[in-house]
């Protein structure tokens, strides 16, 4: 499995910005389709945004389309997560995850990291 460690979180105003970052180690990135997820307190866990290994396709929950960009580096072994017009239902543990399977199959993400707060205040 692939080391996942997530950073960039924070406390952020509404209507700001955050990036997320994502590093792998262990094995590299390119072999695997990368997703964020996110739960805030009290809430079951929801996807995100997902990118496919080469980066070339993405895919986003309705709730973050148009505000949030999913990006990769598979140089750097890194996956990005750019926040935008950030709203304090936002709030929650931002989580990054791997598969080697499709990267659009949310419930087949075997790999994740520790995940990182993000709190946006109102």
């Known amino acids: 499995q692939v080391q996942l460690v997530e950073s960039g979180g924070g406390l952020v105003q509404a209507g700001g910005s955050l990036r997320l970052s994502c590093a792998a180690s262990?094995?590299?990135?390119?072999?695997?389709?990368m997703a964020w997820f996110r739960q805030a307190p009290w809430k079951e866990r929801e996807f995100v945004a997902a990118?496919?290994?080469?980066?070339?396709?993405?895919y986003y929950a309705d709730s973050v389309k148009g505000r949030f960009t999913i990006s990769r580096d598979n140089d750097k072994n890194t996956v990005y997560l750019q926040m935008n017009s950030l709203k304090p239902e936002d709030t929650a543990v931002y989580y990054c995850?791997?598969?080697?399977?499709?990267?659009?199959?949310?419930?087949?993400?075997?790999?994740w990291g520790q995940g990182t707060q993000v709190t946006v205040s109102s």
């Open positions: 995850a791997a598969t080697g399977g499709n990267y659009l199959r949310t419930n087949d993400y075997e790999s």
């Open positions: 262990g094995r590299t990135l390119s072999r695997y389709g």
């Open positions: 990118i496919r290994w080469s980066g070339a396709s993405t």
